[in-house]
């Protein structure tokens, strides 16, 4: 019979195992799920990489309605 891995969830802010059936998945519970949106608006976490405006790429009026 062949062996299947289990992969082993964890909550991201406190480490505690979890089920992706979780109601506040990826989160273990509300509290751990507030305190990492607490962490973003607060700027403790970022994005590391600088986002890109399409429009600079594809010309000044790309991507915009009814301009061709």
């Known amino acids: 019979m062949p062996?299947?891995?289990?992969?082993?969830?964890?909550?991201?802010t406190c480490k505690k195992p979890i089920k992706s059936r979780d109601s506040e998945?990826?989160?273990?519970?509300e509290r751990?799920?507030?305190?990492?949106?607490?962490?973003?608006?607060?700027?403790?976490?970022?994005?590391?990489?600088?986002?890109r405006d399409t429009s600079d790429a594809l010309g000044e009026d790309a991507?915009?309605?009814g301009k061709k």
Do not use: H
Not at 32 to 51: H, M, N, Q
């Open 63 to 65: 991507g915009r309605p």
């Open 25 to 29: 998945f990826p989160f273990c519970s």
């Open 3 to 12: 062996r299947t891995r289990s992969i082993k969830l964890r909550c991201p």
């Open 32 to 51: 751990c799920r507030l305190i990492d949106l607490g962490k973003w608006a607060s700027g403790e976490y970022v994005v590391s990489s600088p986002v």
